[in-house]
């Protein structure tokens, strides 16, 4: 009998018979139209595009709503209005929120003048974000450290990310400006680490909805890893987008502590945390490792 004659019995496979099967009638069989694995909306990660149309724009800005972008700082006199005036060229229609958490240089008062925003608060990224959040008028909140360079078209991408409304937030990729081989480690282990581990930190420029910040109670307030923590909430409400263009992060804290030791550090201190080691400890370990205050 010949194949193709074979093949008109759809449940008969032919390549177990020893039969050539031509390549679009083996696209047909049955383990090819069934899916191998089957995600739940949990499980998806939506990348979106860097570029979109006008119109696709016009109608990402209108799902998402304006947006409020929270910025800690402390003790950034050398380079705040670098970085206000950077980000503000680069996010026109935001709400830009500087919130200051103690600095003894003249940090406030370089930054009032570039910002809608100026508040005071305690120490801690955590409680300078939270209160950041509470003045901010935004539908999208956007946490961007004070270190970094954000990408041309940001607010767009953010916008198209959460015009799917199954969608609670997302996160930028990061690139560490240095051609050193600890620096394009970091920046590739960090990633694809974070995609198997499920983690995510604060300097990958975490955005959400006002609504999903405020479900799960905002960043909460511990000495470390309340990024980690933020974001596993996150996630645990909807999918998360990720942006596939970088922020340019600073390497200064690597410089100053040193790249392999700081790259080490945060890597021990990401599998403690995953084995559920308590926070207090984490802590201890990164002032003990790195012996100074979180900049």
Request: charge should be positive.
């Amino acid at each position: 009998m010949h194949a193709r004659q074979v093949a008109k019995f759809p449940n008969i496979d032919l390549q177990h018979l020893g039969f050539r099967v031509p390549q679009k009638q083996r696209m047909r069989g049955k383990r090819f139209r069934e899916p191998i694995h089957r995600l739940s909306l949990h499980d998806v990660i939506i990348l979106t595009k860097p570029e979109l149309s006008n119109a696709e724009k016009e109608s990402a800005n209108l799902r998402s709503g304006p947006i409020s972008i929270i910025v800690p700082a402390l003790n950034e006199a050398a380079s705040i209005e670098r970085f206000l005036k950077h980000l503000g060229e680069r996010t026109e229609h935001a709400e830009l929120i500087v919130v200051d958490g103690g600095s003894n240089d003249d940090t406030v008062n370089l930054a009032r003048n570039h910002c809608d925003h100026c508040l005071h608060a305690s120490p801690g990224r955590a409680v300078q974000m939270n209160a950041g959040a509470r003045v901010a008028s935004g539908d999208t909140f956007w946490f961007v450290h004070a270190d970094c360079e954000v990408p041309a078209g940001c607010l767009e991408q953010i916008s198209g990310a959460l015009r799917h409304p199954e969608v609670v937030g997302g996160f930028f990729r990061i690139r560490i400006p240095n051609k050193r081989i600890v620096y394009r480690l970091t920046d590739s282990f960090a990633h694809y680490a974070g995609l198997l581990l499920r983690v995510r930190f604060g300097d990958h420029g975490f955005f959400c909805r006002r609504s999903a910040f405020e479900e799960i109670g905002g960043f909460p307030e511990v000495p470390l890893m309340e990024d980690a923590e933020f974001f596993h909430k996150l996630r645990r409400l909807g999918p998360i987008a990720i942006i596939s263009s970088c922020l340019i992060s600073s390497p200064r804290r690597y410089e100053r502590i040193g790249p392999w030791r700081l790259t080490l550090t945060y890597g021990l201190i990401a599998l403690l945390y995953l084995l559920r080691i308590p926070i207090p400890v984490l802590a201890r370990i990164y002032q003990r490792t790195c012996a100074q205050v979180r900049v």
